[in-house]
């Protein structure tokens, strides 16, 4: 398994300098014990930490990168191109919002 550490410290990083994602933003992790595809985006996850951890988990390819806990969800999060490759559902309907 590769360390996760130096992705969270360069997300950390930016938003601390930029501020906080202010613009529409999906990203999805799948639940590794249920199976539950998640989505995160700007109406969820709203602080700095809530931000780069969403990103992180759904970077967490299996086998390479650490799966994520959440405490608030008592989730363990992976990568969410594991169950839905491509997502373009949420896409287009983040388009029509």
């Not at 759904?58 to 491509?86: A, R």
Request: aromatic share 10%; charged share 20%.
């Amino acid at each position: 398994m590769l360390d996760d550490g130096p992705l969270t410290s360069y997300l950390t990083k930016i938003i601390n300098e930029k501020g906080p994602i202010k613009r529409k933003f999906m990203v999805s992790a799948v639940d590794v014990n249920t199976g539950t595809y998640v989505l995160f985006d700007e109406k969820n996850v709203t602080t700095y930490d809530q931000q780069v951890k969403a990103v992180v988990s759904s970077s967490s390819i299996p086998f390479v990168f650490p799966n994520q806990q959440w405490s608030n969800l008592h989730d363990v999060l992976m990568d969410g191109g594991t169950v839905y490759n491509t997502n373009l559902v949420s896409a287009v309907q983040r388009c029509r919002e």
